[in-house]
């Protein structure tokens, strides 16, 4: 393993774990993130002339333990934090396997120290809105940037509401403590948003941040199997993922679905994500996960793009406005309008729309405006889109359809 891409390898798969594992040992979020983050920091340091040692994250966790002892010995001349380095210090009283750390120490109807953690994370008292954007920076190891650009927020306002949660833990004594399971039901709409998240970050960046949500949903509808939005999570996941091979070209630039070559979808995650659609539709009662599921489901079963049922595609876009709002829906409820109504009345949705920095909207109406022959709009949208976005791989898509969609100079 090369020694720089051997710690990024283990900074995104391990990350997460090292913080669940340190929150639970030492009960203080910022002790925790700060630990693990130093591990890191001696490990860029130390393994280029040591090597990588055979359990990294054994030797990332211990590491961070050591270093938070340390830091609580140096202050323990208080008494509070005298008591506390001596209670992590004394192995008898308290000795969690580190090296095994998905090993739970407690019962719990949550098994998994990372799910646990968020269950955790999604405590009530938090602002729904907080305890995602917690839970992302703890166990999905997002950096503010990153999360700020899923919430379509400035970054600062973001790590202001970083900042307000962890002095809401801290003033409001919320303890790190494991749910319950009658707290789980209340939990499970800021546990879905959070791993639904994760997989949306992965899938225009980092592959193994899916493969987390994958695995993550996968052990919650195992956890839940009454719950039909957990089962439509996992629909929606899997059948977003069945097309991933089919989302670059042998070049490695960006093919849109309309384009993309359906042979190349993952025919075994499509059937697994359609069965899980038809399980939990049975149910009667829909959710934003279930219906996007679904219309996700109609997409994979057209043999063509050309044979894509949009009507019935609109339909699901009518029924997700209805339960779960907002302006991205309606922009992606006004792409279906333009195959079923043609793109002038879709133009007219998406103007009313406020998403000026969303770069999607941008895209959006660039392509509809070329449908409309105003290439010279187009083109300026393009750029606005390409200029917003922060994925390499979409930016040189949009550059290449402005230049494809740029009228020739006239001399």
């Not at 609109?314 to 109504?341: C, F, G, I, K």
Request: proline share 7%; aromatic share 4%.
């Amino acid at each position: 393993m090369n020694d720089t891409a051997g710690i990024e390898t283990v900074f995104r798969a391990e990350y997460g774990r090292a913080v669940s594992v340190l929150v639970r040992f030492l009960g203080d979020i910022d002790l925790a993130e700060e630990a693990v983050q130093d591990a890191f920091t001696t490990a860029v340091r130390t393994w280029p002339e040591t090597g990588v040692p055979p359990s990294p994250a054994g030797w990332i966790i211990t590491t961070a333990r050591n270093r938070a002892i340390d830091r609580l010995r140096r202050e323990s001349s208080r008494d509070a934090r005298h008591a506390e380095a001596a209670r992590l210090y004394t192995p008898h009283l308290h000795t969690p396997d580190l090296h095994a750390p998905d090993a739970p120490a407690e019962e719990s109807p949550v098994r998994d120290e990372r799910l646990r953690l968020i269950f955790t994370c999604c405590h009530p008292a938090l602002a729904p809105q907080a305890r995602v954007a917690l839970t992302l920076r703890l166990l999905g190891g997002l950096n503010t940037a990153q999360i700020a650009r899923a919430f379509l927020v400035p970054e600062p306002t973001l790590a202001q509401r970083l900042v307000r949660a962890k002095a809401k833990i801290r003033d409001a004594r919320i303890p790190y403590r494991v749910p319950r399971d009658a707290d789980l039901p209340e939990r499970l709409g800021g546990v879905l948003a959070v791993v639904y998240l994760i997989f949306n970050e992965g899938y225009t960046g980092d592959p193994a941040l899916c493969a987390e949500a994958l695995r993550l949903g996968r052990l919650l509808a195992a956890l839940m199997p009454d719950e039909p939005e957990v089962t439509g999570l996992l629909a929606l996941m899997l059948l977003t993922e069945s097309r991933r091979a089919a989302r670059r070209d042998a070049d490695g630039a960006l093919v849109p679905l309309p384009e993309q070559d359906r042979s190349r979808w993952d025919a075994a995650l499509i059937t697994e994500g359609q069965d899980l659609v038809r399980r939990c539709l049975r149910r009667g009662r829909p959710g934003p996960y279930q219906i996007q599921a679904a219309i996700n489901a109609v997409h994979s079963d057209a043999p063509t793009a050309a044979a894509t049922d949009w009507r019935q595609i609109l339909r699901l876009y009518d029924q997700l406005m209805a339960v779960a709002p907002s302006p991205v829906v309606a922009l992606n409820r006004a792409v279906a309008v333009a195959e079923t109504e043609g793109p002038a009345r879709a133009l007219d949705l998406i103007d009313t729309l406020d998403l000026d920095r969303y770069h999607v909207l941008h895209a959006v109406r660039a392509d509809l405006l070329r449908r409309l022959n105003r290439p010279i709009e187009a083109a300026t949208e393009y750029t606005r889109a390409a200029a917003l976005t922060t994925s390499e791989a979409e930016r040189a898509h949009l550059e290449r359809r402005r230049r494809e969609t740029d009228p020739p100079a006239t001399t």
